[in-house]
């Protein structure tokens, strides 16, 4: 009887947005949601200390981290890879290493600059406010310096995003 050997697959998918992507290089906190942060969004400070997603008006200076996701209970099985923390829960803030994201616009590629959109732009229907792109929208969307991507995104739009450095503690 001969050897069988069996392929799955040629690539593997990244995984759900906020997942993290590498060990041990990482640096994670907990802070309080002050409104519901979705997995794998990029989050800044309210005025009360608590963690809430960049939106209109934000500078890349705002950036604190990413929402890294956890399972939180069966009942949520099968909503995990859009799951969401709500107001005062504790969120783990990823704010230095590798975390999987969804890049809503253009392709990310290995050292890309990677941009956060803080306004709606209706010439990008794929723009999501607070989502992570790969390609600059005037305006529309803030650099952040201190993050690059690590490669291309999979079939699922999911991609790695690289933390270099902490913006804020």
Known sequence: MGLTPQNIGK???????????RQPDMIVNTRPAGGAVPFGGALKYDAAGAVVPMG???????????AS?????????LEQN???YAQREAVPVF??????????VGVPKLDGQVYVRVTANEAV???????????????NTVELTNC??????????????????MNQA
Not at 69 to 77: E, G, I
């Open 11 to 21: 690539t593997m998918p990244h995984g759900y947005a906020g997942s993290y992507a």
């Open 82 to 84: 859009v799951g969401s």
């Open 125 to 139: 229907p794929a723009g999501v406010v607070g989502g992570f792109e790969a390609v600059a929208d005037a305006a």
């Open 95 to 104: 704010q230095r290493g590798c975390i999987n994201v969804r890049c809503n």
């Open 69 to 77: 996701r956890q399972v939180k209970s069966a009942l949520f099985y």
């Open 148 to 165: 690059r991507w690590a490669g291309p995104a999979d079939a699922n739009g999911v991609a790695e995003l690289r933390i270099l450095t």
């Open 56 to 66: 209109a008006g934000d500078t890349a200076a705002a950036f604190v981290g990413v």
